[in-house]
């Protein structure tokens, strides 16, 4: 039986990432990301801070090839100790 995604590739995907909010998330965010699909424009960055401001979700849009290049994304944003949750 062979797996089949539910998504038609290449497709416009976003990846959202929540983590603490520092400089240094915002920019580790946007590095697991270009690792995988090179330079981001920053029009396909989106920031909202929490209520309270301790907290930040940063959306990357990424035109995504594959579900392998999705699945590579999640598993380097998964494992990365300042991504709090990945969606």
């Known amino acids: 039986m062979s797996e089949e995604s539910v998504i038609e590739f290449p497709c416009e995907f976003p990846i ?7 400089p240094e998330f915002r920019l580790i965010a946007r590095a697991l990301i270009e690792h995988h699909v090179g330079p981001i424009a920053e029009e396909a ?7 309270k401001g301790n907290f930040v ?3 990357v849009t990424v035109t995504a090839s594959s579900q ?8 380097d944003v998964s494992a990365h100790d300042d991504v709090l ?3």
């Open 16 to 22: 959202k990432m929540m983590g603490r909010d520092t």
């Open 45 to 51: 960055i989106q920031v909202n801070v929490s209520g």
């Open 57 to 59: 979700s940063v959306t």
């Open 68 to 75: 392998q290049l999705l699945d590579d994304i999640y598993r």
């Open 85 to 87: 949750m990945a969606l």
